[in-house]
């Protein structure tokens, strides 16, 4: 029993040699391999102290087992390389054991040196990285607003544990993500991270998510006329409102300019009269979102015609023109006293100035005016005549006394006097 137990070593030894055995005798010194181990691969390095004439190239074997088996699945690749002395086998899986051994290959393909047998465990040493995702997969709204709420996938590339938190300043802390996650209304800051089974931690990483899905209240709006054709109009002021949209909807709907969100009236000119009028404001938030305000209706009247009637000039008819009289010639008949001539009356018309067309409206009062200075000058007229009899009355009777002898003479004529 005793011999049974020393001889098994060697048997196993015996199998796990049987590729060895399978190699070419004639070999020099064997080769002495090194490596090291990393993520998903390894690296291998080896010094080959035997003369190099004769060298094609090297021979790597490796397997999952002790025994380097030619056979699947314990062997895992026979690679041949070119003259180096390093070479580096990725595709492993990380945690599991792997061994390896090199050899020469001489001209002819001959195998020898074969080197010692060396064992690696590829670590994962790469944290996971976790990518996010959204549905809508962007924003609907301005500035990166989400108009619509989104639902947020957080996703590693390896069997990993995610975490998140909104804002650092949340009471529930750090939570383990296992679901989609809902952004709150607002501007809000989602942190997160994985680890994975290795232990090796993800940096912190964020996003920031804006979400409005709420328009803003819809303005009241009003309007008046002003400055013949023109409408002011004017609207109440709201909340979280950006900007605002000035619209006509009548007669055709036309974008007639954008205010900022603090200005609440604006001045739309040269209306046509007589036409039908619409507007409309439109208030945004800074997501995009809209509200309508009320619909306005307003018309321009038509323009006032103003007419200024003038005062028609009052022209004296032809019997009303003044006539002037000349004074008695009083003639002394000769012995027969003093005779009194009437002499006929010459009518002389006052020369009335013809009135001329004035250009433009005349106002009543200056009508007025000149029907005034018209009869001052016909009562002036009639003065000058009166006081122009008086005289001569005057020194005609002053004439008559002066001859009272001739009066007394003269023989009376019964058919004068």
């Known amino acids: 029993m005793f011999l049974i137990i020393l001889a098994m070593p060697v048997f196993l030894g015996l199998i796990c040699l049987r590729p060895a055995q399978a190699r070419a005798a ?128 957080l996703r590693a590339d390896e069997t990993a544990v995610t975490f998140y938190q909104w804002n650092l300043v949340s009471d529930d802390g750090w939570q383990k993500y296992s679901q989609a996650l809902v952004a709150p209304e607002g501007e809000s800051t989602l942190y997160y991270y994985s680890v994975d089974a290795e232990g090796n931690t993800e940096n912190v990483k964020w996003q920031v998510f804006k979400v409005d899905t709420i328009a803003p209240p819809a303005p009241g709006l009003s309007g008046t006329l002003s400055q013949g054709n023109s409408a002011l ?33 604006y001045l739309v000119g040269n209306l046509s009269a007589q036409t039908g009028y619409q507007f409309e404001i439109v208030a945004y938030d800074l997501a995009g979102n809209k509200t309508d305000s009320n619909i306005i209706s307003m018309e321009v009247p038509a323009p006032q015609v103003v007419t200024t009637v003038s005062s028609p000039v009052s022209l004296s008819s032809p019997s009303s023109v003044a006539v002037i009289s000349s004074p008695r010639k009083i003639t002394p008949a000769i012995g027969e006293g003093i005779s009194i001539v009437a002499q006929a009356p010459t009518p002389t018309p006052q020369a009335i100035e013809t009135p001329q067309k004035v250009k433009g409206a005349q106002t009543t009062s200056q009508g007025n005016s000149r029907t005034g200075w018209n009869r001052l000058l016909i009562a002036l007229s009639v003065l000058i005549i009166a006081a122009a009899v008086a005289v001569g009355g005057y020194y005609g009777y002053e004439w008559m006394n002066s001859k009272p002898d001739q009066r007394k003479d003269r023989p009376k004529k019964d058919s004068r006097w």
């Open 26 to 153: 004639g070999a020099t010194l064997p080769l002495e391999l090194q490596g090291q181990a990393g993520d998903k691969e390894v690296t291998l390095n080896w010094n080959d102290p035997n003369d190099q004439s004769d060298l094609a190239g090297y021979r790597i074997i490796y397997s999952r087992k002790p025994c380097l088996s030619f056979e699947p699945p314990n062997y895992l690749g026979l690679l041949n390389t070119e003259v180096t002395s390093e070479q580096t086998i990725g595709g492993l899986d990380d945690d599991t054991h792997y061994f390896f051994e090199i050899a020469r290959v001489e001209s002819g393909g001959v195998i020898s040196g074969e080197s010692n047998i060396i064992v690696l465990e590829p670590q994962d040493l790469n944290p996971p990285i976790t990518n996010l995702t959204t549905d809508p997969n962007i924003p609907q709204g301005l500035a990166g607003w989400f108009t619509v709420t989104p639902n947020i996938y």
């Open 233 to 265: 109009l004017s609207w109440t002021e709201t909340d979280d409102v950006s900007n605002f949209e000035v619209w006509q909807i009548l007669p055709t709907s036309v974008l007639i300019a954008q205010v900022p969100g603090d200005q609440l009236s």
